[in-house]
């Protein structure tokens, strides 16, 4: 791994402002060849104890500070992300396998958090309300909830914690995170230019660790952390829920999706089709805004069906960093395991692989589409998180919707029609937290991202994202 700042590449563990090393190491491995790209300190629940009472020292003095001086604070670690793209899109690659387009696109959408919540930090405001009685006045401010805990997952090593980070900080929180044990060096490289930006001692720990469930019992017993941030799987949102609610924690969670993708006989073909690909295949179908499940409607199924196999079939598996690769390896063999369990469950019902359906070397998997896919096939319910684009025919409107709504989960959904009428009913239908409409990428840290259902809850970026690392202070005044 070649990058220009090598000191970039830290394999110590941030706690609250110190590097630190322990004698337990974590191996973080490439995907793409396997080979050992780092050991890194691999911290224990105490170290976490110990940085969560660091980041309770250090919060009201970050706290006190203006918005405007946390403001320049973060302005300047955007600025320092920006001048290192190339280097941190180096090491997202190594770690996690995207191709480095993407893993650059990936850092400068996890520095735009950093910018808005920079701007954010300034428009913290209250508020005054007419008072109830003569004598009364009311206000309402918003204060920090205090020391925040972030658990975040390996499919975006550096955005998943950006988006986290930035707007804790804005709103005056410290902050321990651990990041996922496969890919601890973009976070931890964040860390460097955090600290570069002049980032307060104690204000931030970035802890790796292979000990996720000791991590996550510290945050969510220690009563010191008033929140937690996660994302990750639903069933690990379900532990912290469960965890948490002894002491009522406070929490934003970001979980699984199953996006439906909704192509109606109106729709611009060729729009939707480039659209498919960029929402299912983006990370090689790692991201919970992934699509999971396509339905076409029977006037267009075949010829979209056929036109999205031609795409597919011309998408380029390989090495994130070599050059030319639209899809790089899965992160695990588990992962390549659940893509083979979805599509031998659907063709042992009656589906049909159109392209694709193999595994590579490696963990490298061929961007797969399967059709005659029906409600009964286990990929109608679960999350794939692989390049696999299973592909229902529907017939009407009510049908498709209902159908689209068959699932516990409620991320991201898409739809693709030029009828507006049709636009507003199937949108406002559709019980998802995010729908993209003849688009198949809807991520922007100017909207507010999150789930219904089971998908979650809280939201980040935006206006909005602010408010998950703020309380509401009301005060009633007698003059
Ligand atoms: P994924 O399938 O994307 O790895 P996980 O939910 O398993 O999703 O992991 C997301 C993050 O949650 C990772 O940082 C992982 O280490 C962490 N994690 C896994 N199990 C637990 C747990 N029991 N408590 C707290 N964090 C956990």
């Known amino acids: 791994m070649q990058l220009t700042d090598p000191t970039l590449l830290e394999t110590r563990a941030f706690l609250a402002g110190d590097w630190v090393q322990r004698d337990t190491r974590l191996a ?4 793409a060849h396997g080979t050992l790209l780092a050991d890194v300190a691999d911290c224990s629940r105490a170290d976490a104890a110990q940085a969560i009472a660091h980041a309770a020292e250090a919060q009201p003095d ?3 500070h203006t918005g405007k001086e946390r403001a320049a604070i973060l302005r300047r670690w955007h600025d320092l992300v920006l001048a290192h793209v190339d280097d941190l899109a180096i090491l997202l690659t190594a770690e996690m396998g995207k191709p480095l387009a993407e893993a650059k696109g990936e850092i400068l959408y996890g520095a735009s958090y950093i910018e808005w919540f920079a701007e954010e930090a300034k428009r913290i405001y209250g508020e005054t ?4 009685q003569r004598d009364k006045r009311l206000l309402v401010i918003r204060q920090p909830v205090g020391v925040v805990a972030a658990i975040t997952p390996w499919n975006f090593p550096n955005a998943m914690i950006a988006r986290k980070l930035a707007p804790a900080l804005a709103a005056g929180c410290t902050i321990v995170a651990k990041p996922a044990a496969e890919t601890p060096l973009s976070a931890l490289a964040l860390a460097v230019l955090a600290e570069r930006a002049g980032l307060p001692k104690g204000v931030l720990s970035i802890l790796p660790s292979s000990d996720a469930v000791g991590l996550g019992l510290e945050f969510c017993e220690n009563p010191t952390v008033r929140k937690i941030s996660f994302t990750g799987s639903t069933n690990v949102g379900r532990i912290l829920m469960r965890q948490g609610a002894a002491q009522i924690k406070k929490l934003s969670l970001e979980l699984g999706g199953n996006a439906p993708f909704i192509v109606f006989d109106d729709a611009d073909l060729e729009a939707a089709v480039q659209g498919c690909i960029a929402s299912k295949f983006r990370n090689a179908g790692q991201t919970c805004v992934c699509t999971n499940r396509i339905y076409a409607q029977a006037g267009i199924h075949d010829a979209f069906v056929a036109r999205l196999a031609q ?6 598996v390989g090495p994130g960093n070599q050059a030319g690769s639209d899809i790089g390896p899965l992160i695990s063999q588990a992962a390549l395991a659940k893509v083979e369990t979805h599509i031998a469950d659907a063709r ?8 694709g359906g193999t595994r590579l070397q490696g963990t490298f998997f061929q961007p797969t589409v399967l059709t005659g896919v029906t409600a009964n096939m286990t990929i109608a319910r679960e999350e794939t998180f692989g390049p696999l684009a299973p592909v229902f025919r529907f017939d009407t409107e009510a ?3 209902a159908a689209a709504n068959d699932t516990e989960f409620g991320l991201a959904s898409y739809v693709f029609t030029r009828d507006i009428g049709r636009v507003w009913r199937v949108m ?3 019980e998802y937290g995010m729908v993209g409409i003849n688009t198949g990428l809807i991520s922007t840290e100017v909207a507010p991202f999150g789930g219904v ?3 979650g809850t809280g939201r980040e970026g935006s206006r909005h994202g602010i408010e998950d690392y703020l309380d509401l202070k009301y005060a009633c005044l007698s003059v």
């Open 28 to 31: 973080v491995h490439d995907p």
């Open 62 to 64: 970050w706290a006190a």
């Open 129 to 132: 309300i007419p008072g109830h």
């Open 311 to 316: 795409a597919v079939a011309a998408l380029r």
């Open 348 to 355: 042992a019902k009656g589906a049909a692989v159109l392209t």
């Open 399 to 401: 049908e498709v919707i």
């Open 428 to 430: 406002a239908g559709l």
């Open 453 to 455: 259902k089971q998908s």
